[in-house]
């Protein structure tokens, strides 16, 4: 990938969650681009490795549980015998689930064989929240404890879900507002430390995760990916090179070094239309 504009991010250790992922492996890759040590950090191994071996440089791929603590600790071990202590950590691991997501996007009585509001399980919510909140709480938990005395930059990933929660996913979007929550706090808690934390919430871009709601099997779009685009003032999906220009200027201290506590939305309008 093309660079918008050049960061030095040489001697600089870098964590990445969620690193198979389809955002947060290239941004594995453009961290790797300008210098950095990456470890790239997945409960998939597989993919971590896959990751690692596309990102090149100084990048090494770290199996691990984001729920678990002793696994993070063990993968924080990991990257301290192998490149030293944490400057940048990104969250990236998170998603939704199924058993969190309602068929219809609003309640229409009497209808059967539908799953409705009422019947989502509190299991499913649960879910997405350890998966979107708790990872974070306990990744920022153990890779932070590097930064309290030598500063340190921390980026979450929320969603333009934390501004306008979307239909028929209550559990996800609930929990990207607890992201963005989350990062204000972390803010103002680690500012005496040097510690930076924002996050970035991006629109609409097509990943493994939500292909199926936004195409057909054929490759034609659904009616949720016609309501998207129209909602969506440059009317179409996010490309991820569209994430790495702001991902480059949080990383880079000497240009965002003032900034702390806020959420990016990189969404094409979306958060800001109202429709009318």
């Not at 770290?62 to 924080?76: N, P």
């Not at 921390?154 to 934390?162: D, F, L, Q, V």
């Not at 204000?184 to 609409?204: K, T, Y």
């Amino acid at each position: 990938m093309k660079l918008p504009f050049q960061v030095d991010l040489k001697g600089k250790v870098a964590v990445i969650t969620g690193a198979g992922g389809v955002i947060c492996s290239e941004f594995a890759a453009v961290l790797a681009a300008c210098g950095a040590s990456v470890a790239l950090l997945d409960i998939n191994g597989e993919a971590a490795e896959k990751t690692a071996e596309r990102a090149g440089g100084s990048s090494i791929a770290v199996q691990c549980d984001c729920l678990d603590k002793s696994s993070l600790e063990k993968a924080r071990e990991t990257v301290r015998q192998r490149f030293g202590k944490v400057d940048i950590l990104i969250n990236g691991a998170g998603g939704n689930n199924p058993a969190a997501t309602t068929d219809n996007e609003y309640m229409m009585p009497d209808t059967e064989g539908v799953k409705d509001f009422f019947a989502l399980e509190a299991s499913g919510l649960k879910f997405v929240f350890d998966l979107n909140i708790t990872s974070a709480f306990l990744t920022t938990q153990v890779f932070a404890a590097d930064m309290v005395k030598k500063g340190g930059n921390i980026i979450n990933i929320s969603s333009m879900n934390a501004y306008r929660p979307l239909t028929k996913i209550p559990a996800y979007s609930a929990a990207k507002a607890g992201v963005t929550n989350f990062t204000q706090w972390l803010a103002v808690h680690f500012a005496p430390c040097g510690i930076r934390c924002n996050a970035m919430a991006p629109g609409f871009f097509v990943t493994n995760q939500n292909r199926a709601l936004l195409f057909r099997e054929d490759g034609t779009p659904t009616p949720r990916t016609g309501k998207i685009l129209a909602a969506t003032p440059m009317k179409r999906f996010g490309e991820i090179s569209d994430l790495i220009g702001t991902l480059l200027w949080l990383v880079n201290d000497e240009a965002s070094g003032f900034v702390t506590g806020t959420t990016i939305p990189i969404d094409g309008g979306f958060s800001s239309y109202s429709g009318v």
